[in-house]
């Protein structure tokens, strides 16, 4: 069965004595749900969370992250061991689009991850722009999933103002239910046929 592991992180910045002091929270776990994360979906969730952060506005930037893998061995093998991260983004400045780099940092490491898809979104809810800004863009990358089962920094780059922006920590919660140790992937590659389905079951994303 499909699992997607949720995270929020937002980023406050208030201006005193002319000095940026950035307020960053940041949750450490994830919770689990079984359900396809469409950006609709998604938007039902910012909307929550501009209610629960309203305290903190306005905040500059926003991201929450979703992550799915394979819902079992073959399809596992079929995207050559990688799932599929899922970042819906919120900014006021629409300089810090588009996202220069996402990347996961182990010690002097560090593995890039290729961007699949991006959805800008207009944003017509007055509260979530009162809370959060009018510019939304939703990006989709390739992930693998051995590099989530090891120590490591999830993190973003934004274009302008931003770099090196936590957006989690591996390990966490995030281990799926089988044994990928037992998946024989010699000479595995990704199966764009599979690809293609696995974002529309997973994400609801029609590719060409």
């Known amino acids: 069965m499909k699992k997607h592991f949720l995270l929020i992180i937002m980023i406050s910045t208030t201006i005193v004595a002319h000095a940026q002091d950035y307020f960053h929270i940041y949750a450490d776990t994830l919770s ?28 500059p930037r926003m991201a929450e992250m979703d992550i799915s893998f394979a819902a079992d ?3 596992f ?10 970042i819906p983004s919120l900014n006021r400045d629409n300089s810090e689009y588009p996202i220069k780099k996402v990347y996961i940092k182990q010690g002097n490491v560090i593995t890039e991850l290729k961007k699949i898809g991006e ?24 992930i693998p999933y051995q590099l989530t089962q090891v120590y490591g920094e999830l993190m973003i780059d934004w274009s302008n103002n931003r770099k090196e922006f936590l957006l989690n920590k591996f390990p966490n919660e995030n281990a799926v239910d089988y044994d990928t140790k037992k998946i024989n992937m010699k000479n595995a590659t990704i199966d764009n046929a599979s690809l293609k389905i696995f974002l529309k079951r997973e994400y609801n994303l029609d590719t060409n």
């Open 32 to 59: 689990v749900s079984n359900d396809a994360m469409s950006t609709k979906t998604m938007t039902k969730r910012l909307k929550q969370d501009a209610e629960k952060y309203a305290q903190y506005a306005p905040i």
């Open 73 to 75: 061995p073959d399809e």
């Open 77 to 86: 093998k079929k995207l050559n061991g990688y799932g599929v991260l899922y």
């Open 119 to 142: 959805i800008n979104i207009g944003v017509q809810d007055k509260y979530l722009i009162t809370i959060f800004g009018k510019n939304r863009i939703d990006y989709y990358y390739l």
